[in-house]
């Protein structure tokens, strides 16, 4: 599988991405074609090599008309009106409806009468477009990003100087792992974060990967530390699905434990993936339970409000992790005693192994008068045979 890692540590922007795709061998003949794609005859690409800080980089620039603007509508027409492929046509409006729909929320105004000043020129769309069909022509199969640097100090806008982040930049980052560096300038622009926001499937640390090619694309400015989106583009070494996640943990030895309960389905409303307690002995030998939360970054805020509104500790330890998965699919599989959900644990197409849903066992259990450990051995032993059998196309 290729896997491409968008190294953000001075932020991302459209351009950016642009010079980090030409600089890995995507050709500005391809931009180019793009362009006349869209229908955009009066805009070109032009790229050169450039240094920042002493790291040579590739800096693409948009050149069109000046006063062109266009509607958001009139954007996603252009898209949909061009020759490109389907696939590009539809992560592109995807990819731009995200940027519109942040701008719609912060302004107060309907997507049809929204002027987007500054990312409604042509340049937006190519570089959207362009970022777009540029990560598909490569053939990467999946994108993977560090956390978002985002900069600081102001930046002028049709609206005035705002500070760093921009609202339409935050907005569209909501679920995301960001942070500020100790540098006075907008480092991510709205078009970066919403093109690394509309491909990425995870923010973190760099997978497991054999490199093929690394491009630097230029960032506008000199700053104290080379201003460039670095991108690594290779084969994925590991076969496993991989991610990362943040365990919470605290230790309470006061508490009532009829709380626990009420405690852990409210972790789980407010998206825990996993929730556990372990028995132990603290101080002055009381009995008390370690409770540990997995959970997702973007969760991570509100099940600490959880934890601290709803139990009496006051303090909480935090670790991040590296899990490795096996694929999952859930499969509905018609046995003897009835159709029942399973799970199935999944690597490089075989089935490693399998679960009977918990709920379906329990309902055919008590409908049929028999007993849940004779449904569940019976559902097993039925679906074994069956993945034997290749009946799952997987």
Known sequence: MKIAYFDCFSGISGDMVLGALVDAGLSL???????????????????????????????VDVIFPPKSHYRPSEI?????????????????????????????KIHGESLDSLHMHELSSPDTII?????????????IDEVFS?????????????????????????????????????????????????????????????????????????????LSSPNVLRLLIGERVSSFE?????????????????????????????????????PVYMKKNRPGNILTVICEEQNKENILEVIFSETTTLGIRINY????????KVENFKTSLGEVKVKLG????????????????????????????????????EVSSSILSSVFNI
Request: proline letters at 3%.
């Open 29 to 59: 003949s391809f931009l180019e074609d793009v362009i006349n794609r869209l229908g955009l005859r009066d805009c070109k690409v032009v790229g050169r090599k450039v240094k920042r800080k002493g790291v040579v980089a590739t800096k």
């Open 76 to 104: 996603i027409k252009i898209i949909e009106n061009s020759s490109l492929e389907e696939k590009v046509k539809k992560k592109s409006k995807e990819i731009f409806l995200t940027l519109a729909q942040a701008e719609s």
């Open 127 to 139: 570089d959207i477009v362009g970022s777009v069909a540029g990560i598909y022509r490569i053939g």
């Open 146 to 222: 560090s956390k978002i640097n985002l900069g600081g100090g102001k930046v002028k806008t049709a609206h005035g100087e705002l500070p760093v982040p921009a609202p339409a930049t935050l907005e569209v980052l909501k679920g995301v792992p960001i942070y500020s560096s100790n540098v006075e300038v907008e480092l991510t622009t709205p078009t970066g974060a919403a093109i690394i926001k509309g491909f990425s499937s995870s923010y973190g640390l760099l997978p497991e990967i054999k490199i093929d090619k690394v491009g630097y694309g230029a960032g506008q400015k000199e």
């Open 242 to 278: 991989r991610d990362y996640v943040v365990v919470l943990e605290t230790n309470i030895d006061d508490m009532n434990p009829e709380f626990y309960d009420y405690i852990m389905n409210s972790l789980f409303e407010k998206g825990a993936l996993d929730v556990f307690l372990v």
């Open 321 to 328: 992790a590296e899990r490795r998965k096996l694929e999952r």
């Open 346 to 381: 999944v690597l490089n197409g075989r089935v490693m192994n399998f679960s009977p849903e918990y709920e379906d066992c329990k309902k055919i259990a008590s409908e049929k008068g028999l007993s849940l450990r004779k449904v569940y051995d019976t559902v097993r032993k």
